[in-house]
């Protein structure tokens, strides 16, 4: 029975319905794979023909008949006449289309992962570059304008989900954009090393040797034409290891959205209260909740991205010069972007929608106000001589929070500590009499990072 389009709801993934996006799906659907490995065939009768070995009107043939074959067709074919064999029936697909002549210069001294292994590449690289960087760059730009904007706004900072020091939430939002700039560029930079090849069945250009002196100049040439490089050596396969590295960076890049997700479904528990994102959902049992359901769908797309992971690293051993335990496994990886472009496009959502509440964080700040100063006390403390800083000031702290009562109290009321409190300067007084402004340099950081990676992605800043 050959394949048909099917309802998406009858489709199994939750790519194909729930999660469907229809610009990724044009980048990384099997559709677009069949466009490049036919333009990977186009290629190479073109550079057949730059050698001599037809004429050009045959390549200019080949060309015009790839320009309506569907995966619908090739898979037809593929069920009906190539035997199961995915590139065996794109090659009939274009013999169709041709005549007797051009039939004969159709997948010229190919074998599959030619194509397969290229059109691969260029999937991810043309992906990575009309498809997933711009994406990020917009989540970038509302993550970097968010941040800017709230880069003096007084937060708690939290280790171990404990209130620790005196912070901004635009801090908290810059770093995460420094996380995700370094990642967006290393992207860049691995997609663009992702590489062709046109080396034969084990990678010995062995058919091609049979009419070049140097083989490895048609290969070059003919990646040229599709904007690739040929891998330094391979067999029947390119080296693995190049998309596994991309493949981990987008699974990085899915971490790093999940970790902020994370952070915004504590903001918003009940008794924090410090941030609303958009579009929350309420309770089909209880109305009056506001559930933070899109921080909560991209932290568990996460943890399908990085289950993935093991895929690629299963695929990477491979018996001499290829075998084909990845037939099916391999099939998958696109699923991996497709996901972490869903990702990306809810979370720029959520940052363009995003509530603060200012009240809230700077509430919640004063709940430990009382004793956070005891970090910078027990550095004072150390600073003019006291032997035992860090145990005096955790006793005092403690009691501060038990009693409810203020750190700087219990330190002016502490007879053993009257000689060194006489030596601080009008600024360590202050810090302990009032440490909501102990921020360090929270505020100067968060606009040095905006500043900076916005100048990389040509982002403009509020004013």
């Known amino acids: 029975m050959a394949n048909t389009m099917l309802p998406p709801y009858s489709v199994v993934s939750p790519l194909g319905n729930r999660y469907y996006d229809a610009e990724t799906a044009s980048y990384l659907a099997p559709e677009a794979l069949l466009r490049l490995m036919l333009a990977c065939e186009v290629a190479l ?4 023909a730059e050698f001599g070995l037809c004429d050009l009107s045959i390549a200019e043939e080949i060309r015009r008949a790839v320009t309506d074959i569907t995966a619908e067709e090739v898979a037809e074919v593929e069920e009906a006449e190539a035997g199961g064999h995915d590139i065996r029936a794109v090659i009939l ?12 210069m159709v997948h010229w001294n190919a074998t599959s992962f030619d194509i397969r292994g290229t059109g691969e590449a260029l999937l991810y690289r043309v992906a990575q570059k009309e498809l997933i960087e711009p994406r990020l760059v917009k989540l970038m730009a509302a993550l970097l304008r ?71 100049d048609f290969e070059r040439r003919m990646l040229a034409k599709l904007g690739l490089e040929p891998a ?21 890049v899915s971490g790093i959205m999940a970790n902020l997700a994370d952070n915004f479904r504590i903001l918003q528990m009940t008794e924090v209260d410090e941030i609303l994102e958009p579009g929350t959902s309420t309770s089909s049992a209880a109305p009056h909740k506001r559930n933070p359901q899109l921080s909560e769908r991209i932290k568990s797309i996460w943890k399908i991205v990085v289950s993935r992971l093991i895929l690629p690293f299963l695929d990477q051993i491979s018996l001499f010069e290829r075998d084909l335990t990845n037939s099916a496994s391999a099939r998958t990886y696109p699923e991996t972007p497709a996901y972490v472009c869903y990702q990306v496009k809810k979370l ?11 009240d809230k964080m700077l509430r919640n700040m004063m709940i430990s106000l009382g004793y956070i100063a005891s970090e910078p006390l027990q550095q004072i403390l150390r600073e003019h001589g006291h032997p035992s800083a860090h145990e005096v000031v955790q006793t005092l702290a403690l009691r501060a929070r038990d009693e409810d009562v203020s750190l700087e109290s219990l330190v002016r009321a502490d007879p053993t500590l009257q000689s060194f409190l006489e030596q601080f300067s009008e600024r360590e007084r202050a810090i302990l009499a009032d440490p909501s402004h102990y921020r360090g340099n929270s505020v100067e950081k968060t606009i040095q990072l905006c500043q900076r990676w916005a100048e990389e992605f040509g982002i403009e800043l509020p004013a």
Not at 203 to 214: M, R, V
Not at 232 to 249: G, N, V
Not at 348 to 358: N, P, S, W
């Open 146 to 216: 968010l941040a800017y904007r709230e880069a003096s706004t007084p937060q708690i900072g939290r280790t171990h989900l404990v209130h620790a020091l005196p912070t901004t939430f635009g801090r908290q939002l810059a770093w995460f954009a420094s996380r995700l700039g370094s990642s967006i560029l290393k992207l860049r930079s691995l997609a663009d090393e992702l590489p062709g090849k046109f080396s034969g069945m084990i990678g010995g250009n062995h058919s091609a040797s049979l009419f070049f002196d140097d083989p490895e």
């Open 93 to 104: 697909c274009i013999q169709k289309r041709v005549g007797p002549e051009a039939k004969a």
């Open 232 to 252: 330094e050596c391979s067999t029947q396969i390119p080296p693995p290891e190049p998309t596994i590295r991309f493949l981990t960076e987008l699974t990085i």
């Open 45 to 48: 009768t073109d550079t057949v």
């Open 348 to 358: 720029t959502e959520i940052l363009d929608g995003l509530t603060v509440h200012r």
